[in-house]
């Protein structure tokens, strides 16, 4: 029996929907058999007991210090006033990090793991290390490049690369150069590029058990559409709405139809716009054939998303990295990015740099966008096509082959 550790980073859904598709995977490439624990918090350690309702002694709520949410994504302001002062039901910072280090260290020692898996989390990742116990670092950041105004950021930053170079590897979840969309984020020093791997991708499976056509998909067969899609946290999510509505309410978009998918399991939201300017359910939209301007849902089902992402003609982002990913390398689809951090901004300007969609930081530039992406449409379509012969989208099934030699290594020394 090996007992693997998956810590997972709750800042965001990437690390969780990472490290599910590696758990779905690594069962079929490790000999021995797993007993696997997870340990994040908040939503995730919630999503995560949801999922496995029989593994609940193997999941561990350990409070991993998070920014504090603002208007704009993390608060800046707060998250640093935190830093010695309790804010927003928060702890000082201080003490968030004494107590969530001594939580995973009496894990560690109660569960003594053979291998640890950190997606996001530098505490496991330093504690491994400490106690000889193999691991991997899962990441699609390291260095990242900052605007002029967040250059305070540059010491964390130093911290923070030197506890992820203590992982035994560095798996970095992308293409290899020259098709990496973080490369901007990345900016690794020599030194440590024996530990970097490139794995690709951890992309989500297609829908192979077909279901009959939902309403949503019956109403966007034949015709043309943006795909809007509202992801990320809480914050994240809000301020992405905020700047879509700022543009829909421009008279250019007054003809242009649209999908937006909110990524909220709230039933309230799905509604349909019509033409007319009459909103309707989308079953009474589907049956009475309504001619829309704009499909709201709160969550799309996976066959929904595939049909809506195969479909539109174009998609509106946030600039996450997992998202650009399943768009332009699976989907071949141009992007328009509305960035909410420096992060997106580096992955959105690394795809405007190579043509694959275009940055846009206000209204005016998501509608000229738009416009260009829709003039020069063939061009972005070959572009894409490019781009996708060169796509990795087997992340986890690379990363659970990484584990399996590991651990085999291990085994012989």
Request: glycine share 6%.
């Amino acid at each position: 029996m090996i007992k693997i550790a998956q810590f997972i980073y709750p800042w965001g859904s990437g690390h969780y929907s990472r490290m599910m598709a590696l758990d779905k995977v690594l069962p079929k490439y490790l000999k021995d058999e797993i007993e696997m624990h997870y340990s994040s918090k908040d939503q995730i350690y919630q999503r995560l007991l949801e999922k496995f309702p029989s593994k609940q002694q193997q999941i561990h709520e350990i409070l991993m210090p998070t920014p504090i949410d603002g208007k704009c994504g993390p608060s800046v302001r707060l998250s640093l006033l935190n830093f010695l002062l309790p804010v927003s039901g928060n702890p000082p910072l201080v003490k968030q990090i004494t107590n969530y280090l001594k939580q995973e260290r009496a894990l560690f020692e109660r569960e003594n793991f053979d291998f640890v898996i950190n997606d996001g989390d530098m505490g496991s990742n330093i504690l491994a290390k400490n106690r000889n116990v193999s691991c991997i670092f899962v990441t699609n950041q390291f260095k990242p490049r900052l605007g002029r105004s967040h250059f305070y950021f540059y010491p964390s930053i130093e911290y923070i690369s030197k506890q992820i170079a203590k992982a035994s590897k560095i798996v970095v979840a992308d293409s290899p150069p020259p098709y990496t969309i973080c490369e901007y984020n990345l900016n690794f020093p020599e030194d440590l590029m024996q530990k970097v791997v490139y794995v690709g991708h951890f992309s989500n499976g297609s829908t192979t058990n077909q279901q009959p056509k939902s309403d949503v998909e019956k109403l966007i067969e034949g015709k043309e559409f943006g795909y809007w899609m509202r992801t990320g946290n809480k914050s994240t999510n809000e301020i992405t709405g905020e700047k879509f509505q700022e543009t829909f309410h421009s008279d250019e978009m007054k003809n242009e139809r649209r999908v937006i998918s909110h990524a909220k399991k709230d039933p309230s939201i799905d509604k349909v716009l019509g033409k007319d300017g009459k909103t309707y359910g989308i079953s009474e939209a589907c049956e009475k054939k309504i001619d829309w301007i704009q499909i709201d849902v709160g969550f799309l089902s996976q066959q929904e998303k595939e049909t809506v992402l195969t479909l539109c003609k174009y998609a509106v982002i946030n600039g996450s990295h997992t998202t650009i990913g399943e768009i332009i390398g699976k989907k071949q689809k141009p992007i328009v990015g509305i960035p909410i951090y420096d992060e997106h901004t580096n992955n959105l300007k690394w795809t405007q740099d190579r043509k694959l969609g275009l940055l846009a930081l206000n209204s005016k530039q998501v509608l000229k966008a738009i416009q260009e992406i829709k003039a020069n449409y063939n061009k972005y379509e070959e572009n894409l096509q490019e781009f996708s012969r060169n796509f990795d989208g087997n992340g986890a099934e690379n990363t659970a082959k990484i584990v399996n030699e590991m651990l085999e290594t291990r085994k012989r020394l």
